[in-house]
């Protein structure tokens, strides 16, 4: 076995947004760091973007991890292929990537905080964990995150949400406007507008709120920078495609093609954090790409950690490497929340509370789709530009699952493959019908009957794609301990690491959330006056799961946004790392990411996660120095 | 191949037909002759000649096409293909009865798949819905923000997103 | 000190058209207005020919070239934009919307004397030559010629620099009253009004930003203190930035510069791939009388079109330069513009990729667009 004879400050395991901000973060502060990325690192290189986006041109299907190629001796679940062992009884649905960059590669953006009251479910609520921080703890290092992920958003706007959760210090701001709303959001705006829909007897008045998201938009002037507290000369400078030197932020051009790929890099992704961590602490960051970490080294004396052993490989498709070990004072695990668990568990590492790998958590994602009374101009803009926010919190949280209502700017594509699907039953109904019968996993029916050709066709096509639209329903999932990633040597991969594992289901109080959503779209349709076209009778092969809950069917969705399964507590006995994202059972191992989080609330996870690796890099630093 | 370029007038007149785009917005795509050779690698010659020959027999090419050329079993689905091509840029398999009864024996079925990147790029689909290809043409900043099509103006005389 | 005579780039022998205002401050703010009317016109005279070679490169093929140019016409659309804040901040009104505004294919640069003609082709070796003598300033101080105008643009924006420093010591000396920037300042296009990749707009308001805005159009284009790089990358760990000139040398020799290599010499550094080739370009050219007589009525139409939209381009860019900020309506006339500038990229598109005739039209107001060429 080769070792790598250096001796680095911090070993980070995995290069996506976590571990790339931990990196720059500990580098700038004089420390060397060395990562390891499972996958391949071709955005690391000059014209190594520009690769993915060609690669995304040529695929047939244009799934989210479409751009990104695969390795097989890092796999990931993703459409026709197995990489989970569902154990059920319902079907985990949601996957990650794995290259440099990690998710960030191919996510939407939107980058909500947490409520306050996330934070303390068990105790106003009587459901799921307290965090053993508070909303006010996380503030500081939310506004460092959004500063680096580049996010664009309005302060004021997000406060009027609910006024009493004072989610901004007074002279905060973003350090861009928010992207403006799409055209279907202002319809829906205005529709909404003095209307209420009452749920349980009680009554909601409609609104909706622009979505604060990592997207480049028009930069504000006079603010402080809250990574080191320096106030900015003039206007914030955007980032945009970081091997550009001429590239000074592009703004959002409306490619429409945020998932899965924005082709300008006006989204961010943690590419821009490595290039910085790289270039910006010359020598002291080393990345090493195809290095899947495959056991931690742990001193059964002293119990800390001695080192990282991975297999190192050179051709993707080709299952033989090299084994090393990685040696550092410090060790942080950052490699999504499931790929850690496992790493933890095979490495027998940091679980005297039984907790790593349990309390596995998604976002369930229920989708309601129709039609507009009127063309809203879908399939344009960002895939999302405002959610809908009424139940993200409020006193039902005591009886069924909070949930964020996400509106979509691209029509039904996910998940019903319009614009495509929609062509294909207007010009070949009858095929149309006898693939959908074969393969009911490619595409979902579709409410258009036609035969049509020519100008016929392509006025239909218009008619219908301007008024296609969809919501989608992230609901809140409670910790679970039986929802669990583990690991079994029968269940390897090719270069013989283990395969997550997964057992997974919906519990009551998450069920009774999906009831009140469909009960939600349904009023809101009617408000809108849109066509509803959601038939959770006609399945669709794409979605993660079918349930039947009190004689209705319903469908949901994996959101992507796994969390939980290595959680923070403020006891060793039932959470695995403590507040400074500290293991407590080896005092020189770190993890970071969103397996960390106690609960999922309703905000997409990454924000929260990357603010976490601020707050880590603080205590890493205090610990080294 | 030369025989294949020879019917690239009559196959853009017929495209203009199945598609409903002109002339310009069909040659604009620089796909045609990509288009055509695919679907003739797809469906044999002989259908071609025979789909692009019964559309363009008679002056009313349009009433060709409707009357004769889209319900007929053998040249239905072979225009049905021409359509998803123009606006998919893919090339959709032809139903495996198709094959069995027209199929030429030295042409197997051709597995679905995108035509090249520009095909991709270039997919009629979008222009026919009034936006731009995703993820290769943007529309620039917020232009979101309004209905596709309408100047200032006409958005100013009520037609905004409160009507 | 206030008798001293203050250091100008124009050689003192020459005389410009500054040099006739004598002590009039009205005339020097008139003429400057002129000057910076010119400028404006120069300054949108090198977009057409860049996109042109812009959108003639295959996508997905001559990466390095398409960076380059995309940069360099994004650059010279903020230099545009620059311009027109001088000019509102000195009291004038920028007008792009004359029918001798648009250059057409083929003239030299509005009042520069030794002006390539400005040809609209695809991407080739004679276009990045043409490119190469846009963007080379030329020497101050060659004579200027007798039926006005300038030498050469290194001349002419010289010559403006000078009149601003004159300008100022004589407001420094008491010999003129009127203060030149007498504009409104709600007029000026801001980051939040526009905003590229191509950098930030400054706000003209007073002799230190007009010379900071004067100071972008000139390094970008020609080089900072006659290095390579344009200088304006002042925040740690980025790379320096070309100036025009340069990224196009690069181009035409085919290799990148090294921080090493000297202004004067060719580039050495590694290879820059580039393919004019039909595998790589687009081979379209300007359309002549008799292609515009073979091609299909439908091309025409589409001809028609490209002019018409970029004849709004024009105008909207016009009332986004006269609008006030404050409400609104100033950002919203750019965010058009935006829209407009990207319609515009995707008809040359499509020009570029007409099966059996790819073409370039001719960049003209939309209300000649019945007149064949």
């Known amino acids: ?625 | 191949m030369s025989s294949v370029s020879s019917h690239l007038e009559s196959f853009y007149r017929v495209s203009e037909i199945l598609t409903g785009f002109s002339r310009s917005d069909l040659m604009g795509t620089g796909a045609a002759p990509e288009y055509l050779s695919v679907l003739t690698h797809g469906a044999g010659l002989t259908n071609v000649e025979d789909l692009l020959g019964k559309a363009l027999r008679t002056r009313d090419s349009e009433r060709a096409v409707r009357e004769t050329v889209w319900p007929d079993p053998r040249t239905g689905p072979l225009a049905r293909r021409v359509i998803f091509l123009w606006y998919l840029g893919t090339w959709v398999p032809l139903p495996e009865p198709w094959h069995e009864e027209f199929g030429p024996p030295a042409t197997p079925p051709m597995a679905e798949h995108i035509v090249s990147r520009n095909a991709y790029i270039e997919g009629l689909v979008w222009p026919a819905i009034g936006v731009n290809t995703r993820g290769a043409k943007p529309s620039g900043f917020a232009s979101w923000g309004s209905l596709p099509g309408l100047s200032l103006a006409e958005e100013s005389e009520g037609a905004g997103p409160g009507a | 000190m206030s008798s001293k005579k203050i250091k100008r780039r124009v050689p003192d022998h020459i005389t410009t058209p500054f040099d006739r205002c004598g002590d009039d401050a009205a005339r020097h703010r008139a003429e400057l207005i002129r000057h910076l009317e010119t400028a404006l016109k120069l300054e949108h005279a090198t977009i057409p020919p860049y996109i042109c070679a812009l959108y003639s490169i295959k996508e997905g093929t001559n990466h390095e070239a398409a960076m380059h140019i995309r940069s360099v016409a994004l650059e010279e659309m903020l230099h545009m934009t620059l311009v027109a804040n001088l000019l509102t901040a000195v009291g004038g009104t920028p007008v792009v919307t004359d029918p001798d505004f648009i250059l057409r294919h083929g003239d030299t640069l509005p009042g520069i004397a030794q002006s390539p003609r400005v040809d609209l082709a695809r991407l080739s070796v004679n276009a990045l030559d043409l490119f190469l003598r846009i963007e080379s300033p030329g020497p101050i101080g060659d004579p200027i010629p007798e039926h006005g105008g300038y030498a050469t643009i290194g001349q002419f924006y010289a010559s403006i620099k000078d009149e601003l420093d004159l300008y100022r010591h004589k407001m420094e000396q008491g010999k003129f009253k009127e203060p030149l920037f007498v504009g409104d300042p709600t007029l000026q296009v801001s980051p939040l009004d526009y905003y590229s990749g191509g950098g930030e707009v400054v706000e003209v308001v007073d002799f230190e930003s007009a010379r900071r805005a004067i100071k972008i159009i000139v390094d970008e284009g020609e080089g900072f203190d006659h290095s390579i790089f344009s200088g304006d990358h002042e925040q740690f760990g980025e790379q320096p930035d070309l100036a025009h000139y340069y990224k196009f040398k690069e181009l035409r020799v085919g290799r990148r510069y090294l921080p090493s290599d000297s202004p004067r010499s060719n580039p050495t550094g590694p290879a820059v791939p580039i393919d004019f080739t039909e595998r790589g370009v687009y081979q379209a050219s300007i359309v002549t009388a008799k292609v515009y007589a073979e091609l299909h009525e439908s091309v025409l139409d589409d001809i028609r079109t490209f002019q018409r939209t970029y004849g709004q381009l024009l105008s909207t860019l016009e009332d986004g330069f006269g609008a006030r900020s404050g409400d609104g309506t100033k950002s919203e006339h750019f965010r058009r513009a935006t829209e407009l500038m990207f319609d515009i990229r995707h008809l040359l598109t499509k020009f570029m990729k007409l099966e059996g005739t790819p073409i370039i039209p001719e960049f003209q107001l939309g209300q000649q667009s019945t007149d064949a060429p």
């Not at chain 1, 197995?82 to 996510?107: C, D, F, I, K």
């Not at chain 1, 090299?322 to 027998?348: C, D, F, M, N, P």
């Not at chain 1, 009190?550 to 507590?569: K, L, P, S």
């Open chain 1, 1 to 625: 076995m080769a070792k790598l004879d250096t001796l680095f400050d911090v070993v980070i395991v995995g290069a996506g947004v976590t571990g790339s901000i931990l990196a720059k973060r500990l580098a700038e502060r004089g420390m060397r760091v060395l990562l390891l990325e499972s996958g391949p690192g071709t955005g690391l290189d000059a014209g190594g973007f520009d690769q993915f986006v060609d690669r995304f041109y040529t695929q047939d299907i244009k799934s989210p991890t479409a751009p990104y190629p695969h390795s097989d001796n890092a796999p990931i679940q993703r459409p026709f292929v197995t990489y989970y062992e569902q154990r059920g009884p319902m079907n985990y649905g949601s996957n990650y990537v794995r290259h440099a960059g990690g998710t960030t590669l191919h996510w939407m953006g939107t980058c909500l905080r947490f409520l306050p009251e996330d934070f303390e479910l068990k105790s106003r609520y009587g459901h799921g964990v307290d965090w053993p921080i508070s909303y006010r703890d996380l503030q500081p290092y939310y506004r460092m995150a959004e500063w680096e992920l580049g996010v664009s958003g309005d302060t004021d706007e997000q406060e009027r949400v609910d006024p009493n959760d004072k989610l901004y210090k007074d002279d905060y701001d973003y350090p861009m406007r928010k992207i403006p709303e799409s055209y279907l959001d202002l319809t829906i705006r205005n529709r909404f507008e003095g209307k209420s829909i009452t749920i349980d007897g009680d009554s909601y008045p409609l609104r909706t709120s622009a979505t604060p998201a990592a997207r480049n938009s028009t930069p504000r002037r006079n603010l402080t920078d809250p990574r080191d507290d320096r106030p900015l000369d003039d206007y914030y400078r955007p980032v945009g495609d970081p091997h550009n030197p001429d590239e000074r932020g592009q703004r959002c051009q409306g490619n429409a093609n945020c998932i899965p790929i924005c082709p300008v890099q006006a989204k961010y992704t943690a590419l821009r954090t490595l290039h910085d961590a790289t270039r910006r602490s010359p020598g002291r960051v080393q990345i090493i790409t195809q290095a899947v970490a495959s056991r931690i080294e742990i001193d059964p004396i002293s119990g800390v950690v001695s080192g990282i052993r991975y297999k190192k490989y050179t051709d993707p498709q080709n299952p033989s490497f090299t084994e090393h070990i990685a040696r550092g004072r410090v060790y942080v695990v950052a490699a999504h929340a499931i790929e850690t668990a496992k790493l933890l568990l095979a490495s027998q590492a940091a679980n005297s509370s039984d907790m790593v790998g349990r309390n596995l958590m998604d976002h369930p994602f229920v989708l309601t789709w129709g039609l507009m009374p009127v063309p809203v101009g879908s399939y344009r803009g960002p895939g999302s530009t405002s959610g809908i926010p009424m139940f993200r919190d409020g006193r039902f949280r005591d009886r069924f699952a909070a949930f964020r209502i996400e509106i979509g700017n691209w029509g039904v594509e996910f998940p019903n493959g319009t614009p495509a699907s929609t062509l294909r039953s207007l010009v070949d109904r009858k095929t149309f019908n006898e693939a959908f019968r074969q393969h009911p996993e490619l595409i979902r029916q579709t409410m258009h009957e036609g035969d049509v050709f020519g100008d016929e066709l392509r006025r239909t096509m218009r008619y219908v794609c301007q008024r296609q639209f969809r919501l989608g329903f992230e609901l809140e999932q409670l910790p679970d301990p039986s929802n669990r990633v583990t690991v079994d040597d029968h269940f390897l991969d090719e270069i013989g690491n283990h395969r997550p594992v997964i057992n997974y289901r919906l519990d009551e109080y998450c069920q009774q959330g999906i009831v009140r959503a469909k009960h939600v779209s349904d009023q809101m349709f009617e408000v809108l006056g849109a066509t509803d076209e959601t038939d959770y009778n006609k399945p669709s092969g794409i979605a993660a799961n079918r349930i039947e809950i009190q004689d209705r069917m319903y469908e949901f969705h994996g959101a992507g946004h796994a969390v939980g399964t290595h959680r923070m507590g403020a006891s060793a006995r039932d959470s695995v790392v403590n507040p400074d994202q500290r293991t407590w059972d080896h005092s020189n191992l770190y993890l970071v990411g969103c397996g960390n989080f106690c609960t999922v609330g309703t905000a997409n996870p990454t924000l929260t996660a990357a603010a976490l690796a601020f707050k880590a890099a603080e205590a890493i630093t205090r610990e080294l120095r």
